[in-house]
């Protein structure tokens, strides 16, 4: 038996019973495409988290003021919590730690922002020049805070993009204009460049003035929210977060490490740590789709058990003119491996289509890869293997006296 | 070419009401003797062991005592896939209830063994046409469906299928059964005419004293037993 008999024996066989091979192999397309779109939707949130996370900035270690928690509850600190870090405390470590490569001290807030009959309600970031380098902020045009405006405490805004569009209008040059943050004016000296960044951490829809000006006119205390340090090199960063943490704990005179009142975060721990989340989320996804899999694997049994019934008597006929058991075998194996094949293939089909129609009306991030195409194809091919495994081998063990007298 | 050798077949089944099994002595010391282009009738009543006869012969099924050799060759104890291989290249089968494909067409059907016997695809054709033509069927007929034939076009299909591999041995068991006695008749001669003309060695299996005495020699079976030879 060549392959071209298989494949001439499989196709006949299968277009013989039409609708019940489309159905079979209906079960299949839903549970491969419901496996790809998952684990599309899956791996486009892991790839949206991982993109915000690295557009803050690369190789950073947060400092913020309070004492140490876990992972996620830090994010919350600020206004309520203890004023235990100052820009003075920036300056020291910029000075001390040998493994930063810049420190950029933020004080943040949000407040209602009004221009000429405009108005809008954002962040606003009171930082210093370092700031850009630091969080891979780009100027469009104008220019950023310089360091003789925050020994000055000018008046002065850097706006992002969304900002701009909010107060002015998406063309417009407002450089040279002013804006009145909580009622005070600001002239606006640059517009950063859009970053697209979406969900938390919106650096687009964003305000930055001197962290001086913050401090004394917007927020009223010299108190500093974040300090942003940056590392050298990926490597040193858990060294440079124990250089950071000995400076400060000196400064602020506290001898047991256990007590400090401020705490660092390493931006790599933070990646893993929404990755790890993202990660069982695929996970839990991929399973709840692949049960629809094996459901429409057991429709392949089911179908391949009936067909081998049905035709039990062409079996008895195909071993008398001299069919071998593996002839029988492949026959069946075949059969069941070509619907879960075409299953396989209108099932990714059809996951791509979802991920896509996901992604275009639900505007949720998809990522159908190249590694889960192979694996659906994989998949698919094993489950015909899996699940026409049983019925082939009792078509091929049937006794053909016994199939030749079936009625 | 054929030598049967005191052979016995035992089906052992188990029984409802005891649960032990009982034995039925379906052939009990059958020995006899078929020659190269022979044409001979096995010949007995209903349950007389027939069939069980024929599945021995054809190599589907191996006795329980005794020595069955098929071209000088014993076929009494071999593996499954091995009497594959015999039935294969040595035996045509043709059968009461036709046993053909019904989605494919006669010429497929006959293709069928060669597609077993891994001839090449050039000569399948060819070795098909040649067999539905010594079989009698008409050749507007070679591509219509099977279950689109009438029950006399359908044996000789099933017939050229035996005769397909070029066996050394056509087994035909109750060939005419379900066929009219007129339709019988032609397929009768069809056997006929293949062992005058193509020498070939075909052994008949009836219960019906006309249809046996078409053969050139008629063993007699009753309870499992031969009774006498008869030419
Ligand atoms: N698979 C089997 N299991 C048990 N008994 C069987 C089996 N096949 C045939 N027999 C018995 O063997 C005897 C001969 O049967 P068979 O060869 O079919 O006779 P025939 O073909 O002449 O009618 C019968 O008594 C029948 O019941
Ligand atoms: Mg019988």
Sequence with gaps: MTISDLIHETYSALVANKVRSGLTVLGIVIGIGSVIAMIAIGQGSQQTIQDNIESLGSNLILVMPGAQRGIGMQISQGRGSSQTLTIEDALAVSQEASLANGVAPELSGRYQVTAKGTNTNTSVIGTTSAYPLIRNVQIFDGSFITDQQITSKSKVAVLGPTVRDDLFSADSDPIGQSIRIKNIEFKVIGVTKAKGGSGFSNQDDTIFIPITTNQQFLAGSDRVSTISVQAKEQKSMAQLQEQITEILLVRHNISDPSLADFSTLNQTDIVSAASSVTKTFTILLGSVAAISLIVGGIGIMNMMLTTVTERTREIGLRKAIGAKKKDVNLQFLTEAVALTFLGGIIGIIMGWLISFGVHYFADIATKVSVTSILLAFGVSGSIGVLFGYYPAKRASGLNPIEALRYE | ?231
Excluded: W
């Design chain 2, 1 to 231: 070419m054929i030598e049967c050798k005191h052979i016995s077949k035992i089906y052992k089944s188990p029984s409802v009401e005891s649960g032990q099994s009982i034995e039925t002595s379906a052939l009990k010391d059958v020995s006899f003797k078929v020659a190269n282009g022979e044409f001979v009738a096995i010949m007995g009543p209903s349950g007389s062991g027939k069939s069980t006869l024929m599945h021995i012969l054809g190599a589907l099924d191996t006795p329980s005592k005794g020595e069955y050799l098929l071209d000088g060759q014993n076929v009494s104890n071999l593996s499954d896939d091995d009497l594959a291989d015999i039935r294969k290249n040595k035996i045509g089968f043709v059968f009461q209830s036709f046993n053909l494909l019904p989605r494919a067409t006669a010429l497929r059907n006959v293709t069928l063994p060669l597609v077993y016997s891994d001839t090449k695809k050039e000569e399948r054709e060819k070795k098909a046409k040649e067999a539905l033509l010594s079989s009698g069927l008409d050749e507007a007929h070679f591509n219509h469906l099977s279950n689109q034939l009438s029950g006399g076009q359908m044996q000789r299909v099933a017939i050229a299928r035996a005769l397909v591999n070029n066996p050394a041995l056509i087994l035909a068991d109750e060939p005419t059964g379900n066929l009219d006695s007129k339709t019988g008749e032609i397929v009768l001669a069809t056997f006929k005419k293949l062992n005058k003309i193509q020498g070939r060695t075909i052994i008949l299996i009836t219960h019906e004293k006309e249809v046996a005495q078409h053969a050139n020699r008629i063993i007699h079976i009753k309870d499992g037993q031969i009774e006498n030879s008869s030419t």
